[in-house]
C-alpha cells in the first residue's frame, strides 16, 4: 500500500439507521459529535445514517410502488389543455 494517504484515526464507531432504529458497531474514522452507549456498556462514538442494508428496498425486497397513474393523469391534464388549443387553431385557419 502507498505510504501517508490512509488516515490514522480509525477507531469504532457505531452506525444507527435512523429510519428503523437499527445500530451496528464497526472500525471507521468518520467525524462524529455524539456518543451512545453500546450493548457492551461501553461508550463509543454514533454516527447516524438515513438507509442501511436493513431499510434498503434493494436488500428488504420491498420495493416503493410510484404512483404513475397520478403522473400520467397529470400530464393528459395538461396535454388536453394544450391539444384543445391546437385544434382551435386548426379550425379557425
Same mark, same amino acid.
Given at each position: 500500500? #502507498?505510504?501517508?494517504?490512509?488516515?490514522?484515526?480509525?477507531?469504532?464507531?457505531?452506525?444507527?439507521?435512523?429510519?428503523?432504529?437499527?445500530?451496528?458497531?464497526? !472500525?471507521?474514522?468518520?467525524?462524529?459529535?455524539?456518543?451512545?452507549?453500546?450493548?457492551?456498556?461501553?461508550?463509543?462514538?454514533?454516527?447516524?445514517?438515513?438507509?442501511?442494508?436493513?431499510?434498503?428496498?434493494?436488500?428488504?425486497? #420491498?420495493?416503493?410502488?410510484?404512483?404513475?397513474?397520478? !403522473?400520467?393523469?397529470?400530464?393528459?391534464?395538461?396535454?388536453?389543455?394544450?391539444?384543445?388549443?391546437?385544434?382551435?387553431?386548426?379550425?379557425?385557419?
Amino acid at each position: 500500500m #502507498k505510504e501517508g494517504i490512509h488516515p490514522k484515526e480509525y477507531r469504532l464507531v457505531v452506525f444507527k439507521d435512523v429510519s428503523n432504529d437499527f445500530s451496528f458497531i464497526t !472500525r471507521s474514522c468518520v467525524p462524529t459529535k455524539e456518543t451512545v452507549e453500546w450493548e457492551d456498556g461501553n461508550e463509543y462514538p454514533l454516527f447516524k445514517v438515513e438507509i442501511s442494508n436493513t431499510s434498503h428496498p434493494y436488500f428488504t425486497g #420491498k420495493m416503493k410502488l410510484i404512483d404513475t397513474a397520478g !403522473r400520467v393523469d397529470k400530464f393528459m391534464n395538461r396535454y388536453k389543455k394544450h391539444q384543445s388549443r391546437a385544434q382551435k387553431k386548426s379550425n379557425e385557419g
